[in-house]
T-cell receptor, first 116, second 115 residues
Framework: DTAVSQTPKYLVTQMGNDKSIKCEQN?????MYWYKQDSKKFLKIMFS???????INETVPNRFSPKSPDKAHLNLHINSLELGDSAVYFC???????????????FGPGTRLLVL | GENVEQHPSTLSVQEGDSAVIKCTYS??????FPWYKQELGKRPQLIID?????GEKKDQRIAVTLNKTAKHFSLHITETQPEDSAVYFC??????????????FGTGTRLTIIP
């Protein structure tokens, strides 16, 4: 009955590698997001998709490439990982019903990425 | 873009006392203000939210107030309990089209309840 799920939960990898994080939501929501939470707990949005279409693309290195095969999935691929990419990455979803500024976002459990 | 400031960054209160966390925002077009609680190692979870057509909202021991003129909103927790210990984030929503509801988060307040 998990609403928003992510895999893997933990990811430890070497600098320069390429890795992917997967996110799925079973809430029937139209909008999904990726957030990065750094070591100081600061939460910052990276991307949002609505019905598989990229809507928000914050100033994120192009080594980060989101992909949404359908509206229930939003994956994040990271190329050439750097030390500074170490963080917790949260996926989230919201209904995306078109009601402006009033969308509760539900977060996944997070993926803890450590780049060595 | 939107800028959300949150204070204090840490807060310790005796069990049973009240806790208040304050946030200010910069974008006068923002009109949705949620509060999230994040326990250690867990995901952020919505605890209460307020929309700009309301000045105050209460849910049991938790209340949020909004002053649109001054562009600030606050979280009030009364009769605090040990399980209230967590990091609390305020956020403001700015966007103009569905799917563009970007939440800008404050920097978080680590609340510790002292038994």
């Amino acid at each position: 009955d998990t609403a928003v799920s992510q895999t893997p939960k933990y990811l430890v990898t070497q600098m320069g590698n390429d890795k992917s994080i997967k996110c799925e939501q079973n809430l029937g929501h139209d909008t999904m997001y990726w957030y990065k939470q750094d070591s100081k707990k600061f939460l910052k949005i990276m991307f949002s998709y609505n019905n598989k279409e990229l809507i928000i693309n914050e100033t994120v290195p192009n080594r980060f490439s989101p992909k949404s095969p359908d509206k229930a999935h939003l994956n994040l691929h990271i190329n050439s990982l750097e030390l500074g990419d170490s963080a917790v990455y949260f996926c989230a979803s919201s209904q995306g019903s078109g009601r402006l500024h009033q969308e509760t976002q539900y977060f996944g459990p997070g993926t803890r990425l450590l780049v060595l | 873009g939107e800028n959300v400031e949150q204070h204090p960054s840490t807060l310790s209160v005796q069990e049973g006392d009240s806790a208040v966390i304050k946030c200010t925002y910069s974008d006068s077009a923002s009109n949705y203000f949620p509060w999230y609680k994040q326990e250690l190692g867990k995901r952020p979870q919505l605890i209460i939210d307020i929309r700009s057509n309301v000045g105050e909202k209460k849910d049991q021991r938790i209340a949020v107030t909004l002053n649109k003129t001054a562009k600030h909103f606050s979280l009030h927790i009364t009769e605090t309990q040990p399980e209230d210990s967590a990091v609390y984030f305020c956020a403001a929503s700015s966007g103009s089209n569905f799917g563009n509801e970007k939440l800008t988060f404050g920097t978080g307040t680590r609340l510790t309840i002292i038994p």
